[in-house]
């Protein structure tokens, strides 16, 4: 929304065809590729459509797709770009306190003097649509006609495309349901045969039912994502507020009315719920603001396609969880990863290595940012990689997913498991005695991971001081980032500042995550001092005593990334999966490999150990 004002045309092609497709017939001959994505979106690869689609819905005055969250600022932003109206879910008006008969017509909103018509898109209707015989839906938009001599009123039909045609139905897809059992047939005969009811485009109805009133909306969104977007815990209460309220013995007009006004949290809480959301919410945050800045030195074409990739990583399915898999799918968060990897590796020529420290997270304290030929390393501000992107080829390298309880994983429970830490890439993690690797798997045993004090650049270095209490004791813990050729390199120096001795194991845990999926990956793991490599399954557990190094191939895309611990570790490796809820049912999913490397110490009093893992990056197997 923040570029809206600036780049209406971009916005304009982003939007979606209501009605017209009649007139684009002519234009078919030009089209060059059309396909479909996952959710059925057309995707026009090769830009031949959107211009005349931009044309036709500029003519229009068309909004922006039907803004199923809202915020006021959100007026300001679609009316400076040219639009006159948008559709909004029904219930931001219910939110006012309004009854659902006053919701039945046309209205107008502001926002900095800047005003947009606002269609109210009625919910009961798309619950009805398909699911329901269309007798029902006529007998709905019956009980809609007011009065006598009031009027007219205003049902506005809005919901998503590939529902009449590739959601699960009853029996088998929408399809089957829409055009092979004639749903579709009988519903638009049904339309066309009450004479009491005209369709109309929106367009129509905004010159002929002026706006009946100005409202001021207030920030909500489709009343699911509300309750979807708070804690796990928190989701559970409001779910089964109706039946505790049934038990306490409320009668049936108070608990509507109580249901009425319980609502969920704010969407953006979505950010805050999936750290992996977050952390891409971040990566996108950080290459606008670059884009920004670099914008004046950017020809006309090359700024409009920075744009366009940069809109791409936007894609807003990625960024959230409901009845679909959403932010779990780990195909579309490298989608979003490789759009901005792409920006950045055109934005910034590789030079030599550099390191800035930058509040990346929002906190008003710094994390930093290695800056090396050909990737992005993004530390966090307790000593922590949180994001890894290689520009060429453009990747996201460090998407761990972090795992958190959702409803319903009650009864999926098996071999499902609840990280206790925000993942990381390179966290270092201290345990007190000889941990076994099952304890080192995140999330599991008592793994402590220090939040050291804010980092320090040091020429091409960022370092990191901070101490941990451990057992009856503590650990002094200096850690140190710097550039290697093709990568970067994690010191982390630990000292006994105590009169007894300590026994630990200190583990430096990666949770690589290559764009492809298990199929593609080969994990290889040498032994120190054979120098012998052997060949692991990503898809099963592994442990490996005094390991040399690992590489982990991704032989889609051709990435190759390497370790190598200093001196030789323990190394432990496990497959990162997550169980979540798809419109398919409940399904495993992959999202990246945990490999962890372990020294077991003991600490005197006074005493000092040094560990180190490298990491590097090849665009192939070198």
Request: hydrophobic fraction near 40%.
């Amino acid at each position: 929304p923040s570029s809206l004002d600036t780049r209406k045309s971009r916005v304009s092609r982003r939007t979606r065809m209501g009605k017209g497709g009649l007139h684009m017939i002519e234009h078919l001959s030009s089209i060059k590729a059309l396909t479909f994505d996952l959710f059925g979106t057309i995707l026009d690869l090769g830009g031949s459509l959107t211009p005349f689609v931009a044309r036709f819905l500029e003519g229009k005055g068309a909004a922006a797709p039907a803004e199923r969250v809202w915020e006021p600022e959100l007026a300001a932003d679609l009316a400076r770009a040219g639009y006159r109206y948008t559709l909004l879910d029904d219930r931001h008006f219910l939110d006012l306190g309004w009854r659902q008969e006053e919701v039945r017509a046309l209205f107008s909103t502001e926002h900095d003097g800047e005003a947009l018509a606002v269609f109210p898109i009625a919910e009961q209707v798309r619950y009805l649509i398909p699911w329901e015989e269309p007798e029902r839906t006529l007998e709905y938009l019956e009980g809609c006609r007011p009065a006598e001599g009031a009027g007219r009123a205003v049902v506005t039909v809005m919901s998503d495309a590939e529902k009449m045609g590739l959601w699960p139905a009853r029996r088998g897809t929408t399809y089957d349901l829409c055009y092979r059992e004639g749903w579709m047939d009988r519903f638009l005969s049904a339309l066309f045969s009450a004479p009491w009811l005209e369709t109309a485009l929106l367009s129509e109805v905004l010159e002929a039912e002026p706006p009946r009133r100005l409202v001021y909306l207030p920030t909500a969104s489709y009343d699911r994502m509300g309750v979807w977007a708070l804690p796990t815990e928190a989701r559970s209460r409001l779910e089964s507020l109706p039946d505790r309220l049934k038990e306490a013995g409320l009668s049936p007009e108070l608990r509507r009315e109580v249901e009425r006004f319980a609502k969920g949290t704010h969407w953006r809480n979505f950010l805050a719920k999936y750290p992996a959301a977050g952390r891409l919410h971040l990566a996108y945050l950080f290459t606008r603001e670059r884009l920004v800045a670099a914008q004046g030195s950017l020809d006309a074409a090359e700024a409009e396609r920075l744009w366009d990739l940069l809109d791409r990583a936007a894609v807003n399915d990625v960024y959230w969880h409901g009845l679909f898999g959403g932010v779990y799918y780990h195909f579309l968060r490298h989608h979003c990863y490789r759009r901005l990897a792409e920006v950045l590796g055109r934005l910034e020529p590789d030079t030599g290595p550099t390191a800035t420290l930058l509040d990346y997270e929002r906190l008003g304290r710094p994390g930093a940012l290695l800056t090396l030929p050909g990737q992005r390393v993004v530390l966090d501000h307790a000593g922590a990689v949180l994001d890894w992107l290689s520009t060429e080829p453009p990747a996201g390298l460090a998407g761990g997913f972090t795992r958190i309880a959702e409803p319903y994983h009650r009864g999926n429970e098996r071999g499902f498991t609840v990280d206790r830490a925000r993942r990381g890439f390179c966290r270092l993690a201290l345990l007190p005695g000889r941990a076994a690797g099952e304890r080192l798997i995140v999330g599991r045993g008592e793994a402590l991971f220090p939040e050291l004090e804010d980092p320090v650049a040091d020429g091409h270095a960022i370092r990191y001081t901070g101490r941990l209490a451990l057992g009856a004791g503590g650990v002094e813990i200096a850690l140190q980032y710097s550039p290697i050729p093709h990568g970067w390199r994690c010191e982390a120096r630990l000292k006994n500042p105590g009169p007894r001795p300590l026994s630990l194991t200190a583990a430096l845990d990666a949770s690589p995550s290559p764009p492809s999926g298990p199929a593609d990956l080969q994990l290889k793991v040498t032994a120190a001092g054979t120098g012998e490599a052997v060949v692991a399954k990503v898809t099963r557990r592994g442990a490996w005593s005094s390991a040399a190094a690992w590489s982990l191939a991704d032989r889609r895309t051709g990435l190759v990334v390497k370790s190598a611990a200093e001196p030789a570790a323990d190394l432990f490796s496990s497959p990162l999966t997550t169980v979540e809820g798809t419109e398919a049912g409940i399904k495993r999913s992959w999202q990246g490999l945990q490999l962890a490397w372990a020294w077991r110490m003991r600490l005197e009093p006074g005493g000092r150990k040094k560990i180190a893992v490298r990491f590097t990056l090849f665009p192939e197997d070198p």
